[in-house]
Structures are given as structure tokens and as C-alpha cells.
């Protein structure tokens, strides 16, 4: 059997004619956010996406991260059909989005509380868990910041936060939306 996660030449990322309407009232009126993507990005490989507001960049993430589906064509990430949302992507959303009622180290913890296999020793393992997120949060320059509520951080220094977030499961695949 091949694996294709195995096979290098494979694409990592892999669109093939992918159109969303973001739901069925659109779709019947043939309006879609997005429209015939035929995309290949290779392991390692790091791209932009550069348009104007509206054009769908957002949801060209949320397609690759699976968190929406298409209506027609197909995604392939790491050699494997995209049925849901994906464990091995990180994202950060063009809005920081923390949870208002946790710290920085809490908010940046929260992928841990949620994917396995971090999930299930995540108690075990919490002492090494913060340890990890609070040097990411170092690495952004955000030392002293650790345990402080996102609403005494600026827009800046919350997006920086939610990046950590993005990392704190180290990834396969990183998404970025307008960091
Ligand atoms: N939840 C949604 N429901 C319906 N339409 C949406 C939704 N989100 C985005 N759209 C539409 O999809 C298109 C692309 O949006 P988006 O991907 O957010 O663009 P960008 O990130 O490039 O600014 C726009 O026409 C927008 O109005
Ligand atoms: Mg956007």
C-alpha cells in the first residue's frame, strides 16, 4: 500500500476545482464565497495570499483547516481526503478570539484541553504543557504577560497570544489570517 503522507513529491496541500457557498439558499442561487481553487503547496513549502477585502481569504483557511467543507471539488492535506476539522493545523483567526475568562498561558493551553492524543494526559502533563506555552509566549515577546486577561492586552499583543495558541500543538501546517 502507498502512503502518500510518506511520499515527498505528493503535494501537501491539495485543491482541486473547490467552490463554497456558504450555505444552501446561496448555493442555489449559484453565489459562492470561493470559485474553481486548483491550488498544490508542497511540505515545507510557505505561501501568501494577497487580495482585496471579501475575496476569500478567510475561507479559503477555513477549507484548508476543515472547518467548512466544499460544496463541489476536493481537498487533500497530507495525502488524506479532508472529511472535518484537521488536528494536525494550527490556525489564528484574523480576529484573536481568546476567551476573555482565561489568562494568556490559559487561552494559549486551550488546544491541549482539546486534540489528542494532549487530551487525554493533559493533567498529567500540565506542568510541562505551561512550561511550553509560556516560553512561546517569551518568544513573542510576550514575558510578563503570561497571566494577565486578554482585555488588559492590546489588538497587537492578543494577536501575538493567539498565534501561540496557533503553535502550542506544533502543527504540521500553520495558518495564518491576517497575523
Ligand atoms: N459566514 C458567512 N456566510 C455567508 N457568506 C460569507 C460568510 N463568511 C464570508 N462570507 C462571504 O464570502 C466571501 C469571502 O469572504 P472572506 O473569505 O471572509 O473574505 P476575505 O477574508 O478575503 O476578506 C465574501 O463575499 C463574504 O461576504
Ligand atoms: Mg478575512
Known sequence: MVDASQDAAAPFVDFQ????????????ANHFAVEAIDLKVRRGEFIAIVGPSGCGKSTFMKLT???KMPSMGKIR???QNVTGPLKISGMAFQAPSLLPWR???????????????YRSNFKAKRKEYVERARKLLQKVGLAGYEDKFP????????????ICRALIHEPKMLLLDEP
Open 103 to 117: 489568562t494568556t498561558v490559559d487561552n494559549v493551553l486551550l488546544p491541549l484541553e482539546i486534540v489528542e492524543p
Open 17 to 28: 476545482d473547490v467552490w463554497l457557498a456558504y450555505n444552501e439558499e446561496l448555493l442555489r
Open 77 to 79: 492535506i497530507d495525502g
Open 151 to 162: 482585555w488588559q492586552l492590546s489588538g497587537g499583543m492578543q494577536q501575538r497570544a493567539s
Open 65 to 67: 483547516t476543515g472547518l
